[in-house]
């Protein structure tokens, strides 16, 4: 089972650079999430979405965009890469409103 | 509107003692609560969840969390901890569409 997969892993970026993370879960679950993990911050909401084609602003969204345009990907942008953007980003999917949520393995992101 | 407190950032403890990280939550629709853990260098995964019926959920590896609706509490209990135990542990409450999570309760078991 793949269940929920990120790409890459680990990346290195210089300021000022883009780069894009990508998501894809094979359980078709329509609500789909991007976190980023900071030492002593917890789970950080950057953007989410409600299904295919719908994207939505979460706690920490400056600095980031996404695209959902088939139900099974989810894709983190950022434009302009920051040293503040260097953390452990997670993608997460749920079937509905109220159920597990199923995690990727992270990408570590540093951003020199 | 819903919100998770984990009153704990960290635990320590000695192999085979008894622990407790402690979670508490509020929210405005019914109430779905799960602990996750993550293991050094992973992603979550879920250890327990309520959804209804028996206030005491377990899992498979000895864990088990009480939901107690007065006290607005899911702490997650173990009688007797193992060094394999050391993780980080997240308390997360549903209900609506997007699950909202606590800052994380690292446990450290010492031998």
Redesign the interface.
Known sequence: NAGVTQTPKFRVLKTGQSMTLLCAQDMNHEYMYWYRQDPGMGLRLIHYSVGEGTTAKGEVPDGYNVSRLKKQNFLLGLESAAPSQTSVYFCASTRGGGTEAFFGQGTRLTVV | AQSVTQLD?QVPVFEEAPVELRCNYSSSV?V?L?W?VQYP??????LL?Y?SGSTLVESINGFEAEFNKSQTSFHLRKPSVHISDTAEY?C?V??????T????TSLIVHP
């Open positions: 950032s019914s779905y799960f996750y260098n992973q992603g979550l995964q879920l969840k959804l997240f997360a549903g209900g609506s569409y997007i699950p999570f606590g800052r994380g």
